[in-house]
């Protein structure tokens, strides 16, 4: 029987009690072994060098009294030094750049939205753009380049997280292009890349709908349809640690045809209804097609009403699928596709319900997100801190990586 490496498994120990101390606040060593059932030597000696590090601080509250003595020692609390470390997270969508820079507690510092029409754009356009947005937010931050440990940017598509190749994405008109490499030499800083639907799961994880929850799907309904798989607080990867791609699930018609998911929900599909539409086409240039898509819908359109009743539907049978294969007990919706309201989101619930196992229609509560581009971004700052942390988890599997402290992180 082969045993667990021993550098494996004190990278996700470490993990585990950063994560345990960012999501308590403050936290004493003995409730730490409480939350993660390591033992008292194992947290002892974690958190001492993580003192060390000066990546937590212990702080003492009051006394333990011994019975009978009067005598004591201070309660000890830990927490993360915030100042340990900050990092910038970006999300590129088709209808503009968010940043935000957070500290090491993943509270943000400075924020920045700029609405442009960031897709279709040469690399080398893009690149400058995203680089005149850290550096602005930055700034606006009251720090330099510098200070910043790492960058993570978050965009649509099929990414490559170890690589940061993005392999397709609605952003690029190329494929496989390399775009931390571009953007991290221009910065140079340490640059990561990740989809934005699991962006935004890590967002919904650390700060937004499932604080409380550990496994969860998210289904990002913008700029295409990614998935975002939570299991036991860590995001699965497919091979090469690459991001899922919901829009290529295949879908049997009554007539025996199939149909790819992105092909009957995707932006593509919805819009197509309203092709002769010059103020429609105007809102798409502008990045707000679905707004407008809605109030053309209650004008009367009704090419646009059927197209997104059928995305809705789809999408209800897609998320009816994923619920009979991870049974989890959260789905979350989020994306900019949301603005259609009642009118996505009535067809789809009423596909769920007739399309889910009757035994597990119970046990998965759909949530509608519709947080703005803020969360999606502190979402990417949160992959940026959590390769921080050390989180050791590759793709289907643990994957181990080479660990490096926070002093070494910016070299």
């Not at 667990?4 to 003995?30: C, K, Q, W, Y």
């Not at 819908?297 to 619920?323: K, T």
């Not at 919706?333 to 596909?351: C, I």
């Amino acid at each position: 029987m082969k045993t667990a490496d021993p550098e494996l498994m004190r990278a996700i120990n470490r993990f585990h009690v950063l994560d345990t101390i960012r999501r308590a606040g403050a936290i004493s060593r003995v409730e730490i072994g409480e939350y993660t059932q390591l033992s008292a030597t194992t947290i002892s000696a974690i958190t001492g060098a993580l003192i060390e590090d000066e990546l937590i601080t212990p702080h003492h509250e009051g006394d333990l009294r011994s019975s009978g003595t009067g005598r004591g020692r201070p309660r000890v609390k830990l927490t993360l030094n915030a100042g340990a470390a900050r990092v910038v997270g970006a999300k590129i969508a088709t209808n503009g750049l968010a940043f935000v820079v957070s500290d090491f507690e993943g509270q943000p510092l400075a924020e920045l939205k700029l609405p442009l029409r960031a897709d279709r754009l040469a690399l080398a356009v893009l690149a400058d753009l995203v680089e005149d947005g850290v550096r602005r937010c930055v700034h606006d931050a009251g720090l330099t380049l510098g200070e910043i440990n790492s960058v993570a940017l978050a965009l649509p598509g099929v990414i490559e997280h170890g690589s940061g190749r993005v392999r397709s994405s609605p952003i690029f008109r190329d494929t496989d292009v390399q775009l931390t490499e571009t953007i991290g030499q221009r910065l140079g800083v340490p640059t990561i890349a990740e989809s934005d639907a699991n962006a935004v799961a890590l967002g919904e994880h650390w700060f937004g709908r499932a604080r409380d929850c550990d496994d969860f799907l998210v289904v990002a309904v913008e700029n295409g349809l990614g998935l975002a798989v939570m299991h036991g607080g860590q995001l699965f990867r497919g091979a090469r640690e690459l991001s899922l791609d919901l829009g290529q699930m295949m879908l049997g018609g009554q007539d025996g045809s199939y149909h790819r998911l992105l092909d009957l929900a995707g932006d593509d599909a919805i819009l197509c209804g309203g092709q002769g539409d010059i103020r429609l086409r105007e809102a798409v240039h502008l990045g707000r097609p679905m707004t407008h898509v809605r109030r053309l819908i209650e004008q009367g359109n009704p090419d646009l009403a059927q197209a997104v009743h059928r995305a809705g539907e789809a999408l209800g049978i897609a998320i009816a699928n994923l619920v009979g294969l991870f049974a989890p007990p959260r789905v979350i919706l989020a994306g900019a596709n949301l603005a259609l309201g009642p009118h996505l989101l009535d067809p789809l619930r009423t596909s769920f319900d007739r399309s889910v196992t009757p035994s597990l229609r119970e046990i998965s509560e759909i949530i509608i997100d519709e947080a703005g581009d803020e969360l999606w971004a502190r979402g990417a700052a949160a992959v940026a801190l959590g390769e921080l942390y050390g989180s050791p988890w590759g793709s289907t599997g643990p994957a181990l990586r080479t660990m490096t402290g926070l002093a070494r992180a910016g070299e």
